[in-house]
């Protein structure tokens, strides 16, 4: 399978990772969630050559995952801003930081810490059951064709269907 070809693929993760793959792109993403907007600042934060930060940043925009909104004329300068789908992306990214926290940073700890604004508590994200509300584990996942699968196509089930658990 070619890099270019992932956006088409029966597979929702290959479809994410067409947007989402590199590590310019979560990194910029990352930021977003800092609070960071302007290419200036983006570049300073990353060390990141500006035909590169372009690129990343007008395939987000492309993905309808930021918005670039003007904020100042002559000449027009942007801000980069998260979408209603850049943020659905935030599950995602703090899922990232909590494996970082727990299994990449060093003896002193994670390098940051994520405190919910409405107790004041810190937190570490954790994965619950949409339904039942009950925390999940791999092991208690099955996956089963949806509406969407092309069976035979679909690498969910290439080897026939696999409802099994994760092992």
């Known amino acids: 399978m070619r890099w270019d070809e992932l956006g088409e ?3 929702s993760l290959a479809r994410a990772v067409s947007v989402l793959g590199d590590r310019w792109a979560l990194l ?7 609070r960071v907007r302007r290419f200036e600042d983006f570049q300073s ?17 492309d993905a ?5 909104v003007a904020y100042r004329q002559n000449p027009t300068r942007y801000e980069y801003r998260l979408t209603p789908k850049g943020l659905d ?6 899922a990232m930081v909590h ?22 508590c810190e937190f570490h994200p954790v994965m619950t059951c949409s339904e039942c509300r009950e925390p999940l584990e791999p092991r208690q996942v099955e996956v089963r064709p949806g509406p969407g699968a092309k069976v035979g196509r679909s690498p969910y089930f290439l080897a026939g269907t696999n409802t099994r658990p994760a092992t």
Not at 64 to 68: G, I
């Open 9 to 11: 693929q029966d597979c």
């Open 28 to 34: 910029i993403l990352r930021d977003c969630f800092l």
């Open 45 to 61: 934060r990353l060390g990141i050559g500006r035909a590169i930060l372009a690129e990343r940043l007008q395939k987000l925009v």
């Open 64 to 68: 309808f995952v930021l918005t670039k």
């Open 89 to 94: 992306l935030h599950p995602v990214i703090m």
């Open 99 to 120: 494996w970082g926290d727990a299994h990449m940073a060093d003896r002193k700890g994670a390098p940051a810490l994520h405190v919910h604004r409405s107790c004041g």
